[in-house]
């Protein structure tokens, strides 16, 4: 079993900066993080294995990064540059021998 905590989202301008924080119970194969609107499917993020790779998605690349502490519980979310189309409650997760979802936490950008 795999508690995640979320926090750090909230209200922001366009162009402005959030960053998210995800505490884990215990170290996970990969963790990250991502995102719904009504209505919508779910759809990833960004993601950070234990080997330290990570994956983006193409709407994200360039503006958020996904970073991890030294002890590997805990990742975070940098977001830059926002924009409205980002407002979405994001989800993390981790995947110990199956996946976790944490509580989530709404971010919305307005413009």
């Known amino acids: 079993q795999v508690q995640l905590v979320e926090s750090g989202g909230g209200l922001v301008q366009a162009g402005g900066s959030l960053r998210l924080s995800c505490a884990a119970s215990?170290?996970?194969?990969?963790m990250g993080w991502y995102r719904q609107t009504p209505g919508k499917p779910r759809e990833l993020v960004a993601t950070?294995?234990?080997?330290?790779?990570?994956n983006y998605a193409d709407s994200v690349k360039g503006r958020f990064t996904i970073s991890k502490d030294a002890a590997e519980n805990t990742v975070y979310l940098q977001m830059n540059s926002l924009k409205p189309e980002d407002t979405a409650v994001y989800y993390c997760?981790?995947?110990?021998?199956?996946?976790?979802w944490g509580q989530g936490t709404q971010v919305t950008v307005s413009s």
């Open positions: 950070l294995t234990q080997d330290g790779t990570t």
């Open positions: 215990r170290r996970c194969n990969s």
């Open positions: 997760y981790g995947f110990y021998f199956r996946i976790y």
